[in-house]
């Protein structure tokens, strides 16, 4: 709740206080702020100074980009994409942060000096252009006709007169197919 468009009492420095999910992007998040084993006062993950990292990568959230998880989690909800699995601690750390994204639909990527998620999903337009914004006519090309177009093919081949270079050979057609076509 403390989060533009949050909802109740979680908070990135205290694990005791988040709940389970299968979205994919809310486990790329938590591999990278990591999950940390009980401090000197036996809290799991309690303020988590004095509690030490034992899986993932220790990120602080200054280090991410949590509006682009947000955004990332919310387009993994709207498509039913779910994450189940193990890592394991002596995993390479970015590959699993690339393998955890991919099942929501997308990379971790790093950008302006944060880690960011990227989805590939299709985007709202910011602004729609109209006639009025173009400089001069508008005109959209399309195919000939169907009656217009060549029925010939120009076939290419090494020539040893060019020095065995491709060159052009003469159209190929059939006229009776041609007059057919029209």
């Known amino acids: 709740s403390t989060y ?14 988040w709940e389970y999910s299968e979205n994919p992007w809310l486990h790329e998040l938590t591999w990278e702020i990591g999950r940390r084993a009980a401090n000197a006062l036996g809290q799991a993950g309690a303020a988590f100074a004095g509690s030490m990292l034992f899986l993932g990568v220790g990120m602080p959230a200054q280090a991410l980009d949590l509006p ?26 970015w590959s699993v942060s690339k393998t955890i994204a991919l099942a929501g639909g997308g990379e971790p990527i790093k950008l302006g000096g944060k880690i960011s998620a990227y989805v590939n999903s299709p985007k709202v ?29 120009i076939p290419k081949y090494l020539s040893e007169a060019h020095g065995w270079e491709m060159v052009d050979a003469a159209p190929v057609g059939v006229d009776a197919w041609r007059i057919q076509d029209r």
């Open 68 to 93: 682009s998880y947000v955004y990332a989690a919310n387009i993994a909800d709207a498509n039913g994409w779910k994450i189940s699995g193990v890592v394991y601690s002596n995993e390479e750390k």
């Open 125 to 153: 337009a910011a602004e729609v252009i109209t006639e009025a914004d173009l400089i001069g006519p508008v005109s959209v090309p399309t195919s000939p006709p169907f009656q217009s177009r060549i029925n010939r093919i």
């Open 4 to 17: 533009p468009g949050g909802a109740g009492a979680h908070r990135i420095d205290n694990e005791a206080t």
